[in-house]
C-alpha cells in the first residue's frame, strides 16, 4: 500500500486566515482526492485532482475556498481559505495505490477559533 | 447522485460474537464496494472491499457480501476482538480508483 503523510498533523487557526494542508505519497499516483470529515462525521469528498490538470470539485465546494495544486505525481496542496469556525474539520488526503484501491493519510485536524 | 445508508449508527457487541454491517446505495452504476476502519485520530484505513463481479469475499474473521439486484453489501466480523473496536465506513464508487461516496460510519464496541 501507499505511504502517506499529510503536513502538519493538527493546527489551531483564527478566523480569516487560510491554511495550506500538504500531502506527500511514496509512490507516483495519477489521482488524488482530498476530503473533508467534520467531527463525528463521515467523509464527503471536496476535490479530486490530478497532475497537469485543474482539480474537479464536488457540488457545495469552490476553488476560491478551496484551492488545490498538484505540482507532480507524489504532492498535492488543499488551500483552506479565509477560515471560519465551521471549517473545522479533519482534512484528508487519499490516493489510488495499487489494484486501484484507495488508500488514505492520517488526517490534518483543524480547529478554527 | 450517489446515496450511501450505514445501519447500525452504533453496534456493542461481546467479545467473540459476530458484527454485521449492513449499507445499501441508490446508483446501480456503481461496481466498487469498499470498507474502511478508522480508529480514533487516524486516517480510514482500507479492509476488505469487492467488486461488482464477486458475490463474496472473505479474509481471515473479516467477510463482505454484495448483492447487486438488491443494492446492498454487509461487513461481517466473526470472533470480534476488543481490538476490533473502531468506527466502519462503507463506500461505493462506480469504480475502482474512482471518488468514493461514504456512508455515515458505525461506530463498533466490543466489550471483554
Known amino acids: 500500500s501507499a505511504v502517506i503523510s499529510q503536513k502538519p498533523s493538527r493546527d489551531i487557526c483564527q478566523r480569516g486566515t487560510s491554511l495550506t494542508i500538504q500531502c506527500q505519497v511514496d509512490s507516483q499516483v495519477t489521482m488524488m482526492f482530498w476530503y473533508r470529515q467534520q467531527p463525528g462525521q463521515s467523509l464527503t469528498l471536496i476535490a479530486t485532482?490530478?497532475?497537469?490538470?485543474?482539480?474537479?470539485?464536488e457540488s457545495g465546494f469552490v476553488i476560491d475556498k478551496f484551492p488545490i495544486s498538484r505540482p507532480n505525481l507524489t504532492f498535492s496542496t488543499l488551500t483552506v481559505s479565509n477560515m471560519s469556525p465551521e471549517d473545522s474539520s479533519i482534512y484528508l488526503c487519499?490516493?489510488?495505490?495499487?489494484?486501484?484501491?484507495?488508500?488514505f493519510g492520517p488526517g490534518t485536524r483543524l480547529l478554527v477559533l | 447522485g450517489e446515496n450511501v445508508e450505514q445501519h447500525p449508527s452504533t453496534l456493542s457487541v461481546q467479545e467473540g460474537d459476530s458484527a454485521v454491517i449492513k449499507c445499501t446505495y441508490s446508483?446501480?452504476?456503481?461496481?466498487?464496494f469498499p470498507w474502511y476502519k478508522q480508529e480514533l485520530g487516524k486516517g480510514p484505513q482500507l479492509i476488505i472491499d469487492i467488486r461488482s463481479n464477486v458475490g463474496e469475499k472473505k479474509d481471515q474473521r473479516i467477510a463482505v457480501t454484495l448483492n447487486k439486484t438488491a443494492k446492498h453489501f454487509s461487513l461481517h466480523i466473526t470472533e470480534t476482538q476488543p481490538e476490533d473496536s473502531a468506527v466502519y465506513f462503507c463506500?461505493?464508487?462506480?469504480?475502482?480508483?474512482?471518488?468514493?461516496?461514504f456512508g455515515k460510519g458505525t461506530s463498533l464496541l466490543v466489550t471483554p
Open positions: 446508483d446501480s452504476a456503481s461496481n466498487y
Open positions: 463506500a461505493a464508487s462506480i469504480r475502482p480508483g474512482y471518488a468514493l461516496n
Open positions: 485532482a490530478n497532475q497537469g490538470s485543474e482539480a474537479t470539485y
Open positions: 487519499s490516493v489510488e495505490g495499487v489494484e486501484e484501491t484507495q488508500y
